[in-house]
């Protein structure tokens, strides 16, 4: 037996076998042959997603390259690479993603596979660049599918938390290469969300961070901008936050004075690069997370009630919330489905205790209309998924078709889906 363990520590497995295939022939073997699979990308999610006492596939190791489509606007790409690893080879081709989130560590089908977005009203997440999968189903076989070669089983992959086939190629939308210039600002909260409107009309990205005990934010815009050679600045202040964070674990109280200090710390920075490199941030220490996408015209009440609780309640946060904008679309297991959307994210520093916190918010989150990250915590039953989700019941039949013994499958999942067995 080996182990497993997820990103922040929350979330260890111990499958019977480990599996890193470095062909296609190997991998539909090993998934022609277990009972039980489960597929990790680079384990950076938060929910038991890739638990499993069965065989637990890494495409790590997966041989392939990047094709570029004839018109450029898409490339076909190893699903198993980190984004990171994508963007770079990109870049080379002359070519960017439409929309990054704060890390490029994931591997793209990890990222795919929970609508993992950034931060744009007019962007979808990286699900909505998806233009085609090659599959690896349940009994071994391979197949393409996309929007009209077996369009249903499409549809369902698009986001699927890795339960209706293995990916093993995506096609991806891509646009020309560009560049982009960070700008970080302090600012009061209560200004930027009168302005969230015209700030998020105006920036092509916008988002904030917000520690609950502060009256200001750390404002964040990414703008195009035209060749330059400016250097990427790496984040003076980690050293200080890992301080700051160890100093609240070892006395919980401080934490709002902590936050206090952290927030008058706050200073204006710029940074400008090729855009790969300018949308992922450091993110070395580690934390649990909680995230809810909520209808665009609750965001700020939500948002400003969920500091309200963590205050009243006094909660020991160290982490700031994270506030962006994500565009509508329409993929069945979407947070996003018919958006568009604000994402509210929750922190807690990986060493103090989150259970308690997470459901003093998490009550706001869901009495807004809001749903979760799958990948993040949260603490839907199959009912709500049902509930909250208009095609669930024909994404569970599709479902049913590709993987009918449940072999992707894990505890979690049967759980969290069960309508769909
Ligand atoms: C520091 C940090 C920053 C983050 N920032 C953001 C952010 O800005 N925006 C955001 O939306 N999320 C963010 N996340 C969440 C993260 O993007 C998701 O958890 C994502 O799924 C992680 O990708 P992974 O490769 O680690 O996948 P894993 O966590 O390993 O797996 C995720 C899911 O993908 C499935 N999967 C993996 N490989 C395959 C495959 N080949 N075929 C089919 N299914 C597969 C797995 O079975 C699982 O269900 C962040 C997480 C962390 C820890």
Known sequence: MAQWRNWSGSVVATPAQLARPR???????????????????????????CETDGVLI????MEGEVEVAADRASVWAPAGWPIGRLTEELWRAGLSLANQGDIDKQAIAGALATATHGTGRSLGSLSTFARAFRLVLAD????????????????????SLGMIGVMS????????????RETML????????????????????????????SEHVALKILEIVEAGDDPVEKDPGRGVFQAVCDLAALSPRMAPTLQRLLTRAIGSSQRAAPAGRIFPSEREIRFEEMEYEMP??????????????VRRLRLPIIFPFEFRTVAADDIWLSPMNAGPCVSISFHQYAKMPWREAFAAVEAGFRAGGGRPHWAKRHTLTSADVLRLYPMAGRWGE????????????????????????
């Open 140 to 159: 071994g076989q391979v197949v393409e599918c996309d929007a009209g070669i077996d369009k249903e089983l499409f549809e369902a992959a698009r986001v």
């Open 23 to 49: 062909t296609e022939a190997e991998l539909r073997a090993i998934v022609a042959k277990a009972e039980r699979v489960r597929l990790a990308g680079t384990g950076h999610s938060f929910m038991p997603l």
């Open 58 to 61: 890494s495409l790590a190791d």
């Open 186 to 213: 302090r600012a009061p909260l209560d200004k930027v969300l009168e302005d969230w409107d015209a700030l998020a009309e105006k920036h092509r990205h916008v988002e904030f961070f917000v520690f609950p005990y």
């Open 169 to 180: 190629r995506v096609k991806l939308a891509v646009l020309p290469g560009y560049r982009l």
């Open 398 to 421: 599709v479902r049913r078709r590709a993987d009918p013994k449940g072999k992707f499958m894990n505890a979690h999942l049967r759980e969290l889906f069960a309508f769909s067995l």
């Open 296 to 309: 665009a015209a609750v965001g700020a009440q939500t948002l400003r009630a969920a500091i309200a609780e």
